[in-house]
């Protein structure tokens, strides 16, 4: 039978353009649907319809949207500043140099770039915890939290390998203080640095790497992944967990609202604000940059870049298997296989799981605050383990022993929240989750405003000038 001869009107781009914006009216028939969704750029992203409740600003914090943001910011504005720019040394500075005082805009474009990128890993942790604190990583969405780690360890390399790129001092000794902890890596570690290094030691090899892995590898796997991400979004459990109140039981009805107006309206606005604080703060703050980088003159003190200086705080405790990869690896580890320990939906969609949960973060809080910066000074002034046992490796001495005394911590603190504080399963790793990340940020902040000359231990406002050796 010959097919009916229909002819669909051919729509211009702006039409098109004006239907995405446009509240559809949902076509009840399956074909209709799909057409609508077929035409409708806004539909291959979000669903037609979306639970009102997922709507409230209380509950994602459009974060996730935000890092989208900054990610097209970075986008943008790394496509303009590679036009600018030489991967070699010293053309490299003095490109940099250029952009600050004859390229037009380009001291703005610069610091456009240079802040979304730092401020990225900021907002792409903050959407991680909550995701964490609102259990949205159970099933059925633990395959997108392992998505998004893997993502957020993406935006540390793009930031990373992004920081050498001006080869001023400050670059060139933090990617070099950075990189030296890769070389702790057992057996493998050697090799991996210098394949990343390019040769034994930071040079124009290593800024060519870094450039190319900047530009290319790392945002198309950005980009890869971030689409996987929404997609699943959308496809796990028809969309984003849905928030619940404290003695909220089982939801019988879910109220849907259409994702036109409602929320393109409010991802609109976000977008908006988040761009004009971006530019506003980028045209008042600059980036830093230092005089060109000089391997004969370090730093005193040489610092990792800011999202590692915690990991630098705990090599100033352990020993570096131990400080660099041991205790990372296993928080990465428990991290990512966390939807798979911790997997019952009961209290999915709400923040910290219950009242006791509450209570139980705020102690985490409290316990984190108090103990990191008493064991610090401990360590610093008081646990001299390698004088205490000279003959011993520091493997042991410096390593295995305050690695014990830090689990036997957790181990504690743990049982306190089990047996005292009567918390249940899900509440202690939300305990020992607070816990852990209070300290990372604790040790972060020690490392960035503490630590001056040699590495002691000051008060920021006694901190001494520092003076390269
Ligand atoms: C470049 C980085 C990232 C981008 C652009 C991104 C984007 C998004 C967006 C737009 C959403 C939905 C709205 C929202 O929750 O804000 C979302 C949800 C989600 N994200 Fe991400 N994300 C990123 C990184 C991460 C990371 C680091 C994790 C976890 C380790 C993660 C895990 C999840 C999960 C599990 C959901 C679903 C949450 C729910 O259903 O409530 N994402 N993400």
Known sequence: MKKPDIKIPKRTFIEHLQDSFRPEKLPTDDRGRMRMVLDNLIFHIHPPKIPERTLRWTYTWGLGGISAVLFGVLVVTGLLLEMNYTPSPPQAYLDVIDLRTDIWFGDLIRNLHHWSGNFMVVVVTLHLLRVFFTGSYRPPRQFNWIIGMAMLLLVLAANFTGYLLPWDQLAFWAITVGTSLISYIPVAGPFISRMLLGGPEVGSQTLLSFYSMHISFIPIALVMLMSFH??????????????????????????KVTTIPHL???????????LAILFVWSALVSAPLEGIANPDVSPNPAKAPWYFMGL???????????????IPGIALVALLLLPFYDSDDQSTGIYFRSRKGRYMTIMAVVWAVVLVPLWIILDEFVFFWTEWLPGWSPLISNGLIPLGIVLLALFILDRVSKHWLDSNYEERILTLFSFLFVSLVILTIIGIFFRGPGMNLYWPWNMPSAHPV
Not at 312 to 326: D, R, S, V
Request: glycine letters at 12%.
């Open 264 to 274: 393109v309206r409010r991802e609109l606005v976000c977008t908006v604000t988040v």
């Open 312 to 326: 630098q705080e705990l090599l100033l405790h352990f020993h570096p298997l131990i400080g660099a990869i041991i």
């Open 230 to 255: 929404s997609w699943k979004i959308r496809k796990d459990g028809g969309g984003l967990s849905i928030p619940k109140g404290l003695e909220e039981g089982e939801m019988t009805e879910v109220k």
